[in-house]
């Protein structure tokens, strides 16, 4: 930028063009408060944009406040969209609605509003890939202006008041973003269009929408604002692509290639998923980058207890560094599970690091013209935790040669024999493909008995044979739905 900026800027005064003059590249900070933000042409520019958006799309009247109304104040949110690369492509500037404080059953009822899973993605990923579908993407602008809402009301935003009206709040028309019926608001107008225009929606899934058109697919699949779709026909996704541009704002971003932090490589061969870029920014943020890289996450002989004598470290750092590989499992299984977090539990987490420093770029590949059949895994061990000798079930799914699911998780109560831990974690494996059975199913995939792989012949004997006796006899119920769905022959269990 060039120039300083001294006096406040309104609506009207960023109409002028000779102060958008001052900028011609985007900035690379993000503004602390409007205040800072209003001194950068750039970040003007981007609120500005924000504001046309309503304007656009009639969000708002500007009103005398009716008697006991209670507008909810507005704040101004700064964020540098970037690109794969890491460099800063767009200042977004959003005006969001202080939904903390709204009052249930005053100022809102229905919240709710579904999110696609992560592995439901991946399912969608493994399928284009074995029908060699090309995924695309949408970015709906604003998208949460879209949607209808009952009667609210909200102060005037900052840096943008009314010179004429200051006392006057705007009456919404549309949802906005902050509002705790925002999201729902938003899912239900794009729900309608999609059904109107001939999608069926998923029976389990409902950020899933297809359409059959003789004998070609379309499939489209939702998150909020951004929305995956493909399909068998060239001819049929054009025609979605112009349909939502006509009835949204939005921006047709071509191959799908950066989603929720994945970076998707799209070929003749199959799909390559990863998180590279994200890998590199948690290795730089947690400084480290020029760390000695590991061939292995973490060593066979580790075994974490409490440590109680051990010197503390920062709990903050600990949790945020384990709240990233968390999200960092989205694509590699390979890393997977922390409280009063000593010296010891955290050169076990830098060790994990530095297994990434040697294997940045692995991920998940999708080959195409796989087969799409299902099967599952599962393992345990017997009270493998220290401290309070809970054991830990691992399964994973594929569809095909595709890993599209799986968990490494510390059972729930504290196994008595091996058989038990074992048996515990078939039923979570078996549940889990039920989910990814009825998932398929709105794909148009059909499946018989569904092989389930285990390493224990006592807990497939358990399963197999109802017979009940002192080593069994104390097993929760629950589990026992494992036995049920191998009787109706839902799957079958296999050493």
């Known amino acids: 930028m060039i120039g300083d900026i001294h006096e406040r800027v309104t609506r009207s005064s960023v109409n002028s063009l000779a102060f958008f003059s001052h900028s011609a590249y985007v900035a690379s900070f993000e503004p602390r408060d409007v205040s800072h933000a209003l001194s950068d042409p750039n970040w003007v520019n981007a609120m500005h944009e924000e504001l046309e958006n309503f304007e656009r799309n009639h969000v708002w009247d500007l009103v005398e406040p009716p008697p006991n109304c209670r507008p909810i104040g507005t704040k101004w949110v700064f964020k540098n969209k970037q690109g794969e690369d890491g460099m800063v492509v767009r200042n977004k500037a959003r005006l969001v609605a202080q939904g903390f404080c709204q009052k249930e059953g005053i100022d809102y009822e229905e919240t709710f509003a579904p999110v696609a899973r992560l592995e439901a993605i991946r399912i969608l990923l493994s399928f284009a890939a074995s029908k060699g579908f090309k995924l695309q993407q949408i970015d709906v602008k604003s998208a949460f202006l879209n949607g209808f809402i009952e009667e609210v009301y909200v102060r005037q935003p900052p840096g943008f008041e009314s010179a004429r009206f200051p006392d006057r709040v705007y009456k919404l028309r549309k949802a906005l973003y902050g509002l705790k019926q925002a999201p729902r608001a938003w899912y239900a107008r794009l729900k309608s269009f999609l059904l109107k225009s001939g999608f069926v929606m998923g029976s389990v899934d409902k950020t899933l929408f297809l359409l ?284």
Not at 224 to 231: L, R, Y
Request: with cysteine; glycine share 8%; hydrophobic share 35%.
């Open 212 to 495: 059959s058109r003789g004998g070609d697919t379309t499939i489209v699949r939702i998150y909020v604002d951004d929305i995956i779709f493909g399909g068998s026909s060239h001819a049929l996704v054009s025609s979605f692509a112009e349909q939502m541009s006509r009835e949204f704002e939005m921006s047709l971003m071509g191959e799908l290639q950066f989603f929720l932090g994945l970076q998707i490589k799209q070929g003749p061969e199959g799909i390559f998923v990863h998180q590279a870029k994200y890998t590199r920014d948690i290795l730089k943020k947690f400084e480290m980058g020029d760390s000695k890289p590991m061939t292995t996450p973490m060593s066979t002989n580790t075994a974490l207890d409490a440590d109680e004598d051990g010197e503390e470290v920062d709990q903050k750092e600990f949790r945020g560094m384990i709240g990233s590989l968390l999200y960092l499992t989205a694509t590699r299984p390979d890393i997977q599970f922390a409280a009063s977090p000593r010296t010891s539990h955290r050169q076990v987490v830098k060790s994990i690091f530095r297994y990434l420093k040697f294997t940045p770029k692995l991920g998940l590949w999708y080959s195409s013209g796989s087969s799409l059949s299902l099967r599952g895994f599962s393992d345990a061990d017997h009270a493998g935790c220290r401290i309070d000798c809970k054991s830990t079930s691992d399964t994973c799914q594929l569809l095909g040669t595709s890993l599209v699911s799986w968990s490494s998780r510390k059972q729930a109560s504290v196994s008595l024999s091996t058989t038990e831990a074992e048996y515990i974690a078939v039923a979570s494996c078996c549940s889990q493909l039920l989910w990814m059975k009825a998932t398929l199913s709105d794909f148009g995939l059909r499946f018989g008995k569904i092989p389930l792989l285990v390493d224990s012949t006592s807990a497939i004997s358990v399963a197999k044979n109802p017979v009940l006796h002192s080593r069994t006899k104390h097993i929760d119920v629950r589990f026992h739905f494992l036995r049920d769905h191998y009787e109706k022959g839902d799957i079958d269990l296999v050493h």
